[in-house]
């Protein structure tokens, strides 16, 4: 089993930043992609980013391309995710997932491919 945990969501104004964590345990996540997807009432839980098992290459929607990095810390057994340049659209539950497919070469994008899941953290952008 794995537990994720998710941290280092709050208020915000437009145009700050944060980070946001997300750490393993119970097994090590080194081997596998990891993700971050948000989610506001009423709308599915959308991609954000991902990270290749080896860290080598990560993926990001269009809306936030240039403002989030995703990276991960194999030794901490932890990914992040900075968010720079908030907007009030990115005000969302943000969830960490692991994929389900180990070292996988491509790193997917959709929902369906994670298995564990963390509870989320709130962001919330103010105008």
């Known amino acids: 089993q794995v537990q994720l945990v998710e941290s280092g969501g709050g208020l915000v104004q437009a145009g700050g930043s944060l980070r946001l964590s997300c750490a393993a345990s119970g097994r090590t996540v080194s081997s596998y992609a990891m993700g971050w997807f948000r989610q506001v009432p009423g709308k599915e839980r959308e991609f954000v980013a991902a990270?290749?098992?080896?860290?080598?290459?990560?993926f990001y929607t269009d809306s936030v391309k240039g403002r989030f990095t995703i990276s991960r810390d194999i030794a901490k057994n932890t990914v992040y995710l900075q968010m720079n340049s908030l907007k009030p659209e990115d005000t969302a539950v943000y969830y960490c997932?692991?994929?389900?497919?180990?070292?996988?070469?491509?790193?997917?994008?959709?929902?369906?491919?994670?298995?564990?899941w963390g509870q989320g953290t709130q962001v919330t952008v103010s105008s």
């Open positions: 990270i290749s098992w080896n860290g080598g290459s990560t």
């Open positions: 997932a692991r994929e389900s497919g180990r070292r996988t070469v491509l790193v997917p994008q959709t929902k369906g491919a994670y298995d564990y």
